[in-house]
């Protein structure tokens, strides 16, 4: 272990198909919605050529995960159906599959029957759920019988209500207090790779947003967890700042560095490339200073 790493104790290793990825160096995940209405690129990938031009382009820009949504969960989304959802998941998987065997794939879901499919069909490599296990009390068990990892995120509300009114005491205390609950229940069950992701704008204001990226660090040094940032063209960036998210690309760089100085291990983004530079960028920042 490197002096670098000394102020954090906890785990810097996760394990996918039969390797271990080590996240003391920060990775990105890129984002591919095979949704009618996401935020941002919502129908915009929805043909085999826009999916296969999309992860090329992610891959060749140096992603380490292809993270795929078949079910939005921007602010006010209605839900889809299970069938739906896997529906939309087998045409893109099959897509993908052919092309990259090898690629780390993580499927964006919070329902058990879907996790299933996707791994028994398409051997996906880790599973992204935005409800930490929340939504079906089967989900921690079959996460737990498949062996992969898992990405656990804090979100108020539904997506349809998260936005209405976010209240909380302390957020930051709050959302410790939420994960050590759920990462101890996980661990019980028998997840061995857990990864935490605070939610940003799942439930919360632009304050809580702020105050949760500011103090990034202390859910990986109090929990001792990889921690996932996902503030991509977010609101909290765009409409702070008066623009629309197509114009969010500048500010979604700011943020994934602040995220990256206060120890974020996975950036989950639509743009690769600029994720890469800001950890290089950062990397040596690291470097010199300890």
């Known amino acids: 272990m490197s002096d670098k790493d000394t102020f954090f104790s906890g785990k810097t290793t996760i394990r996918c198909k039969g390797r271990l990825i080590d996240l003391s160096q920060p990775r990105v995940m890129g984002i591919l919605n095979i949704t009618p209405d996401s935020f941002y690129d919502g129908g915009r990938y929805t043909t085999e050529g826009a999916i296969t031009g999309k992860v090329d382009k992610m891959i060749s820009e140096g992603a380490d995960f292809i993270d795929i949504g078949a079910c939005s969960t921007r602010p006010g989304a209605d839900e889809v159906s299970t069938e739906e959802e896997i529906k939309r998941l087998d045409t893109a998987l099959k897509i993908i599959r052919k092309k990259y065997a090898d690629a780390i794939l993580s499927v964006d879901t919070f329902r058990p029957e879907v ?10 490599d880790m599973i992204n759920d935005i409800t930490a296990g929340g939504n079906d009390e089967k989900m921690f068990e079959t996460i737990s019988r498949l062996g992969i990892p898992y990405i656990m995120m804090h979100m108020q509300g539904t997506p349809r209500t998260m936005q209405n009114n976010p209240h909380y005491d302390d957020v930051v205390n709050d959302l410790l207090k939420f994960f050590s609950e759920k ?9 061995a790779d857990i990864i935490v992701d605070p939610g940003f704008g799942f439930g919360k204001t632009i304050e809580h947003n702020y105050a949760l990226l500011g ?5 990986k040094k109090i929990l001792e967890l990889p921690v996932m940032a996902g503030l991509s063209r977010k609101s909290m960036i765009y ?27 996975i ?5 690769v490339k600029e994720a890469r530079e800001a950890i290089r960028l950062t990397d040596t920042i690291k470097l010199h200073h300890h």
Do not use: W
């Not at 996790?115 to 996906?124: Q, S």
């Not at 990462?183 to 997840?191: D, N, S, Y």
């Not at 103090?215 to 859910?219: H, S």
């Open 115 to 124: 996790v299933l499919f996707a791994v028994r069909e398409y051997g996906v």
């Open 183 to 191: 990462v101890k229940k996980a661990t019980l069950a028998g997840i």
């Open 215 to 219: 103090r990034l660090g202390d859910f």
């Open 239 to 265: 409409k702070h700042l008066g623009v629309t998210p197509e114009e969010a690309h500048n500010g979604t760089t700011v943020l994934n560095t602040i995220a990256l100085m206060n120890g974020a291990s």
């Open 267 to 271: 950036l989950r983004v639509h743009d």
